[in-house]
């Protein structure tokens, strides 16, 4: 079975930073494009950012400049997220694209 695992959420106070990971399990993915996404509570989930095989990124409005995705040679999917804000607040689901595959969620808390 192929799972992906995440880590790294936590609770950061507003212009903190904090650093998602997100590791494949039981298989490597190489050609598929990885996303992140959040939903807080009340909210749909939405889109964060994305990253293709080739490294290509794209980010939502809401984090442009602020968030960075990126994947290394094992496939582990990073979310480096920098000058927090509350709005931030939510469970971080890591995402293969067009594939049922999901992580389980990370909650990120920013709070002073």
């Known amino acids: 079975q192929v799972q992906l695992v995440e880590s790294g959420g936590g609770l950061v106070q507003p212009g903190g930073s904090l650093r998602l990971s997100c590791a494949a399990s039981?298989?490597?993915?190489?050609?598929?494009?990885m996303g992140w996404y959040r939903q807080a509570p009340g909210k749909q989930r939405e889109l964060v950012a994305t990253?293709?095989?080739?490294?290509?990124t794209n980010y939502a409005d809401s984090v442009k400049d602020r968030f960075t995705i990126s994947r290394d040679k094992k496939n582990t999917v990073y979310l480096q997220m920098n000058s927090l804000k509350p709005e931030d607040t939510a469970v971080y689901y890591c995402?293969?694209?067009?594939?049922?595959?999901w992580g389980q969620g990370t909650q990120v808390t920013v709070s002073s």
């Open positions: 039981g298989s490597i993915i190489t050609f598929n494009a």
């Open positions: 990253i293709t095989s080739d490294g290509s």
């Open positions: 995402h293969v694209l067009r594939s049922p595959l």
